[in-house]
């Protein structure tokens, strides 16, 4: 690897440490009874409500309509993103060190296959939450579901739900680009 791709993978490797400090994604609620939003956070290693009552009353709001309430403590994806995203940090500082193409390779390719697996997972979950709802939930009506948006905003009965990424995905996206050139770098190197 020459000093540009090296230098390229270390930087998007040290990027990583910011998604431990900013929240992946948001995803927020605006109702007529909560007209300034109910926001919530998912992060690497918890989900958090904007406020300290937003998530208490997201799982409110989702308790009329049969919808499971959310428990951090519960989601096992939150458990082991610590780990996915500290592996590639300091598996990128280690492939960069040592400088092998073959292993850089399999960084960018690794981190393509988890960011596709993990946005899979997080639609995956949003369905479940949003279509395997309580026979015995207050309100009813048939044929609904209330599986928000993965990217966008959608009406679900008088609220609207928008989910969006959130610096913390940027930021792994930006790393994510930065391995990319790093290899494309390593391919022209080797057909020039």
Not at 69 to 81: A, H
Not at 88 to 104: D, M, P, Q, W, Y
Not at 161 to 172: H, L, N, R, V
Request: some cysteine; glycine content about 10%.
């Amino acid at each position: 690897m020459n000093a540009a791709s090296r230098g390229l993978l270390a930087l998007a490797s040290l990027l990583l440490i910011g998604v431990f400090f900013f929240p992946l994604w948001e995803i927020k609620l605006i109702a007529p009874q909560y007209p300034e939003g109910l926001k919530m956070y998912i992060w690497v290693s918890k989900i958090t409500g904007g406020t300290p009552h937003d998530l208490y009353n997201i799982n409110l709001l989702n308790h009329y309509i049969g919808m499971k309430p959310i428990k951090p403590e519960e989601i096992i994806e939150i458990k082991i993103m610590p780990f996915i995203f500290g592996f590639l940090a300091v598996a990128g500082l280690i492939i960069s060190a040592v400088g092998n193409r073959k292993l850089l390779f399999f960084w960018t390719i690794l981190f393509i296959i988890l960011g596709i697996a993990g946005l899979v997972d997080f639609y995956l979950w949003e369905y479940d939450y949003g279509h395997n709802l309580d026979p015995k939930a207050p309100i009813k009506i048939p044929g609904m579901a209330y599986q928000p948006p993965l990217i966008g905003c959608k009406m679900l009965l008088n609220m609207q739900a928008c989910s969006f990424p959130d610096k913390g995905a940027y930021i792994a996206f930006v790393s994510l680009i930065l391995g990319v050139i790093s290899a494309g770098i390593e391919i022209f190197k080797k057909r020039g």
